[in-house]
């Protein structure tokens, strides 16, 4: 018996909205280090780079050439919320911070939005939230994509600072070589003491 294929974003929540509109993701909830950051682009229906996909699908490389494509096809505005703003608010309210601030960094405003989640971030206009909506929407995958690659870049700037994490590698998740590193050299400024593991490491302590 034939599986059907697993469905590619396409531009079916995109056609339901009137006018421009954006697609905006975050990532980085989950480490224990570095900023969340999130990504709002405008796609260029007529001009679509091909192979947009949900970032965790994609290599590192392929990400790194549509980043790049996107950048030059689309509108994008990139918000972040740091590692103080994270333990200030929480995560989820930071995330949301950050989607509210690349929607701000837009160089035209949209029409409407399309966020990835069930979250509604209060952008001031007509917004439809999508859950794993990063597989579903071209524009969510675009956004995914190009915060990917934003924060991905930001961890390996802050890993040539803190070289004892490996965050070029594992971008500040909990790796086995994270946690050795914490271990062993405790924590940074970088690292988010609202965490429960990096709230036990300040207990240890």
Known sequence: MNRPLPKSPDLSFELLESGRVAGIDEVGRGPFAGPVVAAAVILDQNNIPDGIQ?????????????????????AVGIGEASVQEIDRHNILEASLLAMRRAMEALPTRPNAALVDGNRD??????????????????SLAAGSIVAKVTRDRKMCALAEVYPQYGWEKNAGYGTAEHRKGLREFGITPQHRRSFAPIRALIGND
Request: net charge positive.
């Open 54 to 74: 949900d970032s965790k699908k994609l290599s590192k490389a392929k990400r790194e050439e549509l980043f790049l494509a996107i950048h030059a096809t689309a």
């Open 121 to 138: 971030p209060k952008l001031g206009l007509p917004t439809r939230q999508i859950v794993k909506g990063d597989g579903r929407s071209l």
